[in-house]
């Protein structure tokens, strides 16, 4: 069955940079591009982009540019997304998202800032 | 940019009948998803291009379209289907998605 497996929580100090993963099995790899969506507390879902798995290009939404990186490693069918210059105002639930129709997503991984 | 309005909020009791719309800002409109979110858990796809729904989703979910406006229904609604709700769709302009501004369906 298809899945999708995120690494766990993460705390950070303001300044810092994580690392999220998501892990895919159950279907071709590269047949799906992977989209990332960002909920924080209180507000809705935000599309932050998404990355073709086949070519390993990235798209980033607006707002999502400059401090966000898409990338991959096809060998481990994963995917990564990298916050650097970690603020208060990044912490949130991360979501990775299968292809056009969102169809299967990861279980969430919560990045906590604090200052 | 491109926006997905939807209503902050539904309420319906046990039985009737819940709407959901979802206005597109801009022509011509992509197809439109619609997704499930319980506290604490990950969305789920409910509606896929505008009317299909996937296997295992109750055919009391349906969705339906007109211009610009995207519809999700729930007939006969249960307590479990509290939640809220997410349309997205696509700018036609380019490979970028949106998600609609979620409604909250509150079974009374």
């Known amino acids: 069955q298809v899945q999708l497996v995120q690494s766990g929580s993460e705390l950070k100090k303001s300044g810092a940079s994580v690392k999220v993963s998501c892990k895919a099995s159950g279907y071709t790899f590269t047949t799906y591009g992977i989209n990332w969506v960002r909920h924080a507390p209180g507000q809705g879902l935000e599309w932050m982009g998404w990355i073709n798995t086949n070519i390993g290009n990235p798209t980033y939404a607006q707002g999502f540019t400059g401090r966000f990186v898409f990338s991959l490693d096809t060998s481990v069918s994963t995917t990564y997304l990298q916050i650097s210059s970690l603020k208060p105002e990044d912490t949130a639930v991360y979501y990775c998202?299968?292809?056009?129709?969102?169809?299967?997503w990861g279980q969430g991984t919560l990045v906590t800032v604090s200052s | 940019s491109y926006e997905l309005t939807q209503p902050p909020s539904v309420s319906v009791s046990p039985g009737q009948t819940a709407r959901i719309t979802c206005s597109a800002d801009a022509l011509p409109k992509q197809y439109a998803y619609w997704y499930q979110q319980k506290p604490g858990q990950a969305p789920v796809l409910v509606i896929y291009?505008?009317?299909e729904r996937p296997s295992g989703i109750p055919e009391r979910f349906s969705g339906s379209s007109s211009g610009t406006t995207v519809t999700l229904t729930i007939s006969g609604v249960q307590a479990e289907d509290e939640a809220d709700y997410y349309c997205?769709?696509?700018?036609?302009?380019?490979?970028?998605?949106?998600f609609g501004t979620g409604t909250r369906v509150t079974v009374l």
């Open positions: 997205q769709s696509a700018d036609s302009s380019g490979p970028y998605h949106v």
């Open positions: 998202a299968r292809g056009t129709a969102f169809d299967y």
């Open positions: 291009k505008d009317t």
